[in-house]
C-alpha cells in the first residue's frame, strides 16, 4: 500500500534522514520505535508532505505521492493523528469530528453527524459529543482525535506520538483504541514508545537511529532476538526504565 525509497531529509546541514526504506502492506502494522532525535516523526510526516524530503519517493498504491498534482487526495487517504490533539476549541466534539468529511468530503451535514457519532461511540465518548475540548481529559482529546482521523475514511493512519503528551494513567485508554483499529485490518504506523503496543499489535518493529532503520523485524524477534547491537542497547535501556 505505501512504499516510501531512499527518502533524504535535511534541515540545513543537519540531515535527519539518511536513505530510509520501508513498505507497508494492506492491513499491516508498523512500529516505529527509537531515541528521541532518530528521526522517526520526520519521517511520519514526510509520507503524507507535512515534511518534503529533499531525496527520494513515496508511493500509495504503486503510484508516487506528487506534492503539485495528488497530494489532496492523497491526505484524504492518509490521516494523522498528531502528539498534542490539535482540536478546535471552539467547536464542541461533534463538530470537530464533523467537519473534515463536511469540508473536505463535502459529505451532507446529516450523514456527517450519523457518521461522527458512530465514531465517537467506537472510542467510548458518545457522552461528550456537545462539551467542547477545553473539558475533557488528555486521553480523552485524544480519543476524540483518532475519532476526527477515522471520518475522513482513510485508508492509512499514522500515528506521531500519540500517548507522549497524556499523563501515565491515561496511555491505556488510548492505546485500548489503537488496538482495537488494529486488530479491525486499519494499516497503521505508530512512532511511540509504548513497547507492550508494539508487542501486541504490530505485525513489525522498525528500530531506527540517527536517521537510518538499523533493524525491522516481527515483535517477537525483535524483542527476545535483536541482532543489531545498538538495538539491543536501546531496548535494554527502555524495558528496564519501564519495570
Not at 502492506?25 to 516523526?41: D, L, M, P, Q
Not at 485524544?142 to 494513567?169: K, Y
Not at 504490530?202 to 515483535?219: H, L, N, S
Request: with cysteine; glycine share 6%.
Amino acid at each position: 500500500m505505501l512504499r516510501m525509497s531512499k527518502i533524504h531529509k535535511w534541515f540545513g546541514k543537519l540531515h535527519v534522514l539518511k536513505d530510509v526504506n520501508l513498505d507497508v502492506k494492506e492491513g499491516e502494522v508498523i512500529v516505529i520505535i527509537g531515541a528521541s532525535g532518530s528521526g522517526k516523526s520526520t519521517f511520519l510526516r514526510c509520507i503524507n508532505f507535512l515534511e518534503e524530503a529533499e531525496k527520494g519517493v513515496v508511493q500509495f498504491r504503486g503510484k508516487p505521492i506528487l506534492k503539485n498534482r495528488n497530494l489532496t487526495g492523497i491526505r484524504k487517504e492518509i490521516g494523522m493523528v498528531f502528539q498534542h490533539f490539535n482540536l478546535f476549541p471552539h467547536m464542541n466534539v461533534l463538530h470537530n469530528v464533523m467537519e473534515g468529511p463536511v469540508h473536505t468530503r463535502h459529505m451532507s451535514p446529516h450523514d456527517a453527524e450519523k457518521l461522527a457519532r458512530g465514531l465517537l461511540e467506537k472510542v467510548g465518548l458518545s457522552d461528550k459529543a456537545k462539551v467542547y475540548p477545553s473539558t475533557l481529559s488528555g486521553g480523552q482529546k485524544q480519543r476524540v482525535a483518532i475519532a476526527r482521523a477515522l471520518a475522513m475514511q482513510p485508508s492509512v493512519l499514522l500515528f506521531d506520538e500519540p500517548t507522549s503528551a497524556l499523563d501515565p494513567e491515561l496511555v491505556g485508554e488510548v492505546v485500548s483504541v489503537m488496538k482495537d483499529l488494529a486488530n479491525e485490518g486499519m494499516t497503521m504506523i505508530v512512532v511511540t514508545h509504548e513497547m507492550w503496543f508494539a508487542r501486541e499489535a504490530a505485525d513489525r518493529v522498525v528500530f531506527m537511529d540517527e536517521g537510518t532503520i538499523i533493524e525491522e523485524a516481527p515483535p517477537e524477534k525483535m524483542f527476545s532476538e535483536p541482532e543489531n547491537e545498538r538495538t539491543k542497547q536501546f531496548l535494554k535501556q527502555i524495558l528496564n526504565s519501564s519495570d
